[in-house]
């Protein structure tokens, strides 16, 4: 009788702003001329009233849509048509490195398929329209804005992702959870699924990001058996204090590198290593379950 073997997949789990590219809803509020340097600092001001962070932001940036105002009659189709501009955005090595990890696993290893995902607290609408990401990403988990029916300006919050609510991706992720799926019924990450039901065990995760949203994530992937990697700019004094008093003191991370996925750089390299590293344990384990089925039936 001939063996069945189930197809596992390992996903590298992305934050974007400052992990993939430079943050990209810094960049949309300059190409309408709002500053940035002006624009987050109000942002942070709203925190102390109680707001929370992405709502703070999407508030800000709401009251700049409009006749007259900065971000003029702003919809979803124009946040989609922003990132269409963003493919030359992607950090060295990009995107080359996603083709690589994937042909790298499937030219040594059979039935293991390799996903990229992003999950971002920057606007959905923006990554949807990249083409990047339509091609590479399996899914990618923003925040959004809803529309005014008739105009379709947007008007209002649809949907923001705080830093603790991005781990809820992850267990999406990780229990097979369609992102269309969860978009109409959010209750469904709650699903009790068996661990060994579960179409992408933590195991076979890796988490990548740059700031402090990300170190729920980091803390979940980690505990419960994959892996994190942080990036920071080392050029800017205080993400580099960062990096070492949030990120590597605490041992959030495997290591803090520079965004760079070239396969001579630092972080490209070990990323490359550890989902071929993951791949091989994957394939030991088959085999050592397989011997026993086999003995088993002696
Ligand atoms: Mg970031």
């Not at 390992?10 to 992990?19: C, E, K, R």
Request: hydrophobic share 35%; net charge neutral.
């Amino acid at each position: 009788m001939s063996e069945v073997t189930v197809t596992e997949i390992i996903a590298l789990v992305f934050d974007l702003d400052d992990t993939l590219m430079l943050d990209s809803t810094s960049k949309f509020l300059q190409a309408h001329s709002i500053k940035p340097e002006d624009f987050w600092p109000r942002s942070y001001e709203l925190l102390k009233q109680g707001y929370d962070q992405p709502s703070a932001y999407l508030k800000l940036l709401l009251d700049n849509v409009g006749e007259s105002k900065p971000l003029g009659r702003l919809t979803n189709a124009g946040l989609r048509g922003f990132g269409e501009t963003l493919d030359g955005d992607f950090f060295p090595g990009l995107p080359q490195f996603f083709d690589d990890v994937r042909n790298q696993v499937a030219n040594r290893f059979k039935n293991i398929d390799v996903e990229f995902y992003i999950i971002s607290g920057g606007l959905q609408a923006i990554m949807e329209g990249n083409k990047i990401v339509k091609k590479y990403f399996s899914a990618a988990y923003g925040c959004q804005l809803g529309e005014d029916p008739d105009t379709k300006i947007v008007n209002h919050i649809k949907r923001s992702i705080t830093f603790t609510e991005k781990t809820r991706y992850l267990f999406e992720i990780n229990k097979g959870i369609k992102q269309r799926d969860s978009e109409i019924n959010p209750f469904l990450v709650n699903k009790d699924v068996k661990q060994e039901n579960r179409r992408i065990p933590f195991k076979n995760i890796v988490f990548i990001g740059d700031g402090l949203t990300d170190i729920p994530c980091f803390s979940t992937v980690k505990q419960l058996g994959g892996q994190a990697f942080g990036v920071f700019d080392p050029t800017n004094p205080e993400k580099t204090r960062r990096a070492l008093l949030e990120f590597l003191v605490p041992k959030r991370v495997m290591g803090m590198y520079r965004p760079r996925y070239g396969d001579g750089d630092e972080l490209g390299a070990l990323l490359r290593m550890w989902v071929f590293n993951r791949a091989a344990e994957i394939q030991i384990e088959r085999d050592i379950s397989r011997k026993a089925t086999s003995n088993s039936s002696l």
